[in-house]
């Protein structure tokens, strides 16, 4: 089980339906989050939305997505 009072803002969650998104509020509640849409599968929301999840929601913590390098290895 996640603990969703150990959920600071700037966490990345996977969501149910395909969602990524990035906690801006935990409201202390251990309940809801405030969270900003990353990436989705499904066209219901937008990414850069912002919407409450519910713990329910919450399949788990995700991983960053990894940096890419160009050819000098500088970020692109």
Do not use: F
């Amino acid at each position: 089980m996640l603990d969703v009072l150990g959920i600071k803002a700037g966490d990345l969650l996977k969501l149910r339906g395909g969602v990524l998104a990035e906690v801006v509020e935990n409201m202390g509640d251990g309940e809801w989050l405030r969270v900003r849409v990353v990436a989705l599968q499904d066209r219901a929301v937008e990414a850069g939305d912002e919407e409450l999840c519910h713990y329910s929601d919450i399949l788990g913590p995700a991983e960053p997505a990894p940096r890419t390098t160009g050819a000098r290895g500088q970020p692109q």
